[in-house]
């Protein structure tokens, strides 16, 4: 949600969401944000950068970094900001875990 009303995502901390920021105790970012984003919104939240959670989908939908065994590069992008990041979708971990396992055993058995 904007300033203006409108539902649109904004994949960081800026002048649109800042006053939400603000009243709120901590933020959850989209995960569609991109490289620079952290840093970027760092610098807008100030002294509560730490309540500024970057988001990450496991499951790799236009996450930076790309998800799935890749999440470090977005968790290293966040903490190298000063934040800390909300990752969503981590069953998609353990489903590509079994998946590969079950993979593994069954060309064991050949």
């Not at 904007?2 to 933020?27: K, M, S």
């Not at 890749?70 to 981590?90: E, K, P």
């Amino acid at each position: 949600m904007t300033t203006e009303g409108i539902l649109e995502w904004q994949d960081t901390v800026n002048d649109l969401n800042l006053p939400f920021f603000e009243a709120a105790d901590a933020v959850f970012i989209n995960y569609t944000w991109k490289e620079d984003t952290p840093a970027q919104a760092a610098a807008v939240a100030g002294a509560r950068k730490h309540d500024v959670y970057m988001g990450v989908d496991v499951f790799g939908r236009n996450t930076y970094g790309g998800g799935g065994m890749t999440c470090d590069v977005a968790l290293t992008a966040a903490r190298s900001a000063g934040q800390a990041c909300a990752c969503i979708f981590l069953a998609c971990l353990c489903s590509l875990h079994l998946t590969v396992a079950s993979h593994t055993l069954s060309h064991d058995n050949h």
